[in-house]
């Protein structure tokens, strides 16, 4: 770790504009003499450019002031930050804060064992929002240890297509360039032709999710022009056609991260393998099945609802355990259903629950453009025959909703409200 703090002084942190590491060093001290100047114990972040980030969240920690990351902007977010912190830091701020400031001494900015805060709000968009602390130090274990279970060939940027926001953005967006000493991707790119035309010139990595790389066209003659190490993606499963397609197209490899806002990275996988914990972690499983880890970046032991299979070669993901049911006295897991379904050419994404009347299970499935315009009784033929490969009748869906896209969040999540929604009018 001790390389970053000896970084030279031409050495870019960004580009577009090119941000030398002095430059953004001095930036640092000026921002977190301001904020003890000011006595600034709390600061919210919400910031477009994620160079910009980088510098003030590391300013932060310099100045032991606590970091709050709300989700987006909601009127219930915009007063939490308002009940806990002195002020929310945006891009206006960022072009004058601090600015008078003169430091004299540029002070080392990466300390390993600095236990500044970090609080992540969730989203809620699956119940109710939590508040996630973590700290500086954790942070910095964490992505030692991604760093050391992965070994491209060559990296000189990382974008991604999530926010940095959310931990998992923060953590392979922020805190891995960081330390790592990759080029910052300043802004996150919400389309895939954003990501390949910023991929033309410089070896990359992209940050991503299921939600985006589902949309990536293929066929598209540009992806050959990508100078691409790997492709990272988390935030939900990752259809099996999709990864191998992708794989074939961008040649290069395509990584999972398994892992959550209270644990943080747990495990990778790639080839469609069994997962493999992180270096400096420790995986088992209580009396349920259900995983728990512990590592140097987690609060203690981490208990999950998810329930996995252990082998000596890796573990198997089964599903969250709320997503395991009976039907007619037997276990369904609605988890399984969705993969199996998502290895069908026909389905980009699917979301499977049990009916809240009856003792059936609905299937929500997005569709590729070909299958989009099949008629419903064949599809509804065609996917149980295709599961009837995997399931016994029973298990099959009874009813079954068609569209082009879930309605997911950036955090491939799909909100309650839409999903009574969808109840709503399949058993109207």
């Known amino acids: 770790m001790d390389n970053i703090n000896q970084r030279q002084k031409d050495f870019l942190v960004a580009q577009n504009p090119s941000w030398p590491?002095?430059?953004?060093?001095?930036?640092?001290?000026?921002?977190?003499?301001?904020?003890?100047?000011?006595?600034?114990?709390?600061?919210?972040?919400?910031?477009?450019?994620?160079?910009?980030?980088a510098c003030i969240l590391l300013a932060c920690f310099q100045a032991r002031v606590r970091v709050l990351l709300p989700p987006n902007q909601l009127a219930e977010n915009r007063q939490w930050i308002e009940e806990n912190a002195d002020f929310c830091f945006t891009e206006q701020d960022?072009?004058?804060?601090?600015?008078?400031?003169?430091?004299?001494?540029?002070?080392?900015?990466?300390?390993?064992?600095?236990?500044?805060?970090?609080?992540?709000?969730?989203?809620?968009?699956?119940g109710q929002a939590k508040i996630i602390v973590k700290t500086a130090r954790q942070m910095w274990q964490e992505v030692k240890a991604i760093a050391h279970s992965f070994s491209f060939s060559e990296v000189d940027q990382i974008i991604g297509s999530v926010s940095t926001q959310h931990l998992y953005g923060l953590t392979f967006r922020i805190m891995l360039p960081l330390y790592q000493g990759y080029l910052i991707g300043r802004m996150q790119l919400n389309y895939p032709e954003y990501l390949t035309a910023e991929s033309r010139t410089l070896q990359t990595l992209w940050i991503s999710s299921p939600a985006l790389l589902s949309c990536v066209n293929t066929a598209d003659n540009h992806l050959?022009?990508?100078?691409?190490?790997?492709?990272?993606?988390?935030?939900?499963?990752?259809?099996?056609?999709?990864?191998?397609?992708?794989?074939?197209?961008?040649?290069?490899?395509?990584?999972?991260?398994?892992?959550?806002?209270?644990?943080?990275?747990?495990?990778?996988?790639?080839?469609?393998?069994?997962?493999?914990?992180?270096?400096?972690?420790?995986?088992?499983?209580?009396?349920?099945g259900h995983l728990w880890i512990e590592s140097a970046w987690s609060n203690g032991k981490q208990q999950t609802a998810d329930c996995v299979n252990i082998y000596p070669q890796g573990f198997e993901l089964l599903g969250r355990a709320d997503r395991i049911i009976k039907l007619n006295d037997r276990r369904i897991s609605l988890a399984r259903i969705e993969q199996n379904l998502l290895k069908h050419q026909w389905v980009i994404d699917c979301y499977v629950m049990q009916h809240p009347q009856r003792q059936r299970l609905i299937a929500w499935v997005a569709l590729s453009d070909s299958a989009l315009e099949k008629e419903r009784?064949?599809?509804?033929?065609?996917?149980?025959?295709?599961?009837?490969?995997?399931?016994?009748?029973?298990?099959?869906?009874?009813?079954?909703?068609f569209c082009a896209k879930l309605p997911r969040n950036e955090q491939f999540k799909l909100n309650y409200a839409d999903i009574e929604r969808m109840c709503a009018e399949i058993t109207s």
Do not use: M
């Open 94 to 126: 960022f072009a004058t804060f601090g600015h008078s400031q003169k430091p004299q001494i540029i002070r080392p900015h990466f300390d390993w064992n600095n236990n500044t805060e970090i609080w992540l709000k969730t989203s809620g968009s699956s």
């Open 21 to 53: 590491w002095q430059d953004f060093v001095y930036r640092v001290n000026q921002i977190a003499d301001q904020l003890q100047q000011d006595k600034i114990s709390s600061l919210a972040l919400w910031l477009e450019d994620a160079a910009h980030f």
């Open 377 to 401: 009784t064949a599809l509804i033929t065609e996917f149980k025959r295709h599961l009837s490969y995997f399931d016994e009748k029973f298990a099959l869906p009874r009813f079954w909703r």
């Open 224 to 288: 050959a022009q990508c100078r691409l190490s790997a492709v990272i993606s988390s935030g939900g499963a990752l259809s099996e056609n999709v990864a191998e397609d992708l794989r074939i197209h961008l040649n290069c490899p395509l990584i999972e991260i398994y892992g959550s806002s209270e644990t943080g990275v747990i495990a990778s996988r790639s080839d469609n393998c069994l997962w493999q914990h992180f270096v400096d972690s420790q995986i088992g499983v209580n009396e349920q």
